[in-house]
């Protein structure tokens, strides 16, 4: 007969190994992010400035392509190898030349495209979806880093919360703390069994002298 104690023993185990997994696959993640960009910042260091890797991850964090892509959406961009590839409408993630944002990194709609025979190289005029105007200073295809092939809303929420006190002791302090007990509870188990059948066979051995 299953008692109210086993229940409740069984329910919080099923939650202890719920974000045991949910913990461990977040790390698995993480883990495969930071060796993707530890590999790609060795074959920058490697093959120099025009090295570009084929995907790269930002945190979106302006409100310029609101309502396509809200603050603290996450963004994947693939790199773009021929400069053509890049159509009207595409969303793309450049180093802005701009005078209002000199050095940022932009993530904005390509409106037009044009080769500047000046440069030797494709510009692409852009814009936020949330902007009135387009941005003062085209992309060029040199300072370009993607284009976006992915958006995961919100996940920058998610970020923000691991980063916080609050988001590091419930992530990682206290799935550590349910993994412990786990174990502990296991232990204490093999050990209660273990003194059952200690004391069985005692009996067993009492019961067999005493005939």
Not at 32 to 57: Q, W
Not at 93 to 99: A, L, M
Request: glycine share 4%.
């Amino acid at each position: 007969m299953i008692t109210k104690k086993m229940r409740i023993k069984s329910i919080l185990n099923y939650i202890g190994s719920v974000i045991s997994w949910t913990v461990f696959s977040i790390l698995i993640i993480c883990a495969a992010f930071l060796m993707y960009y530890f590999v790609s910042l060795k074959l920058y260091e490697a093959k120099g400035s025009k090295y570009r890797p084929f995907f790269s991850v930002y945190t979106i964090v302006s409100q310029s392509m609101v309502p396509t892509i809200n603050v603290l959406d996450v963004i994947i961009n693939k790199t773009v190898y021929e400069p053509t590839d890049i159509k009207v409408n595409d969303i793309i993630t450049f180093e802005s030349t701009g005078v209002l944002s000199y050095g940022k990194t932009v993530t904005h709609r390509v409106k037009d495209i044009y080769y500047d025979e000046s440069v030797s190289d494709y510009e692409y005029v852009t814009k936020g979806d949330n902007n009135p105007i387009k941005d003062d200073t085209p992309a060029s295809y040199s300072n370009l880093i993607g284009k976006v092939v992915l958006k995961i809303p919100g996940l920058g929420n998610v970020q923000r919360f691991v980063g916080s006190k609050i988001g590091w002791l419930v992530v990682v302090i206290i799935p550590a703390l349910v993994i412990i007990i786990q174990d502990i509870m296991k232990v204490s188990n093999v050990k209660k069994r273990a003194d059952i059948e200690n004391q069985k066979i005692v009996s067993q051995e009492e019961h067999i002298q005493w005939e």
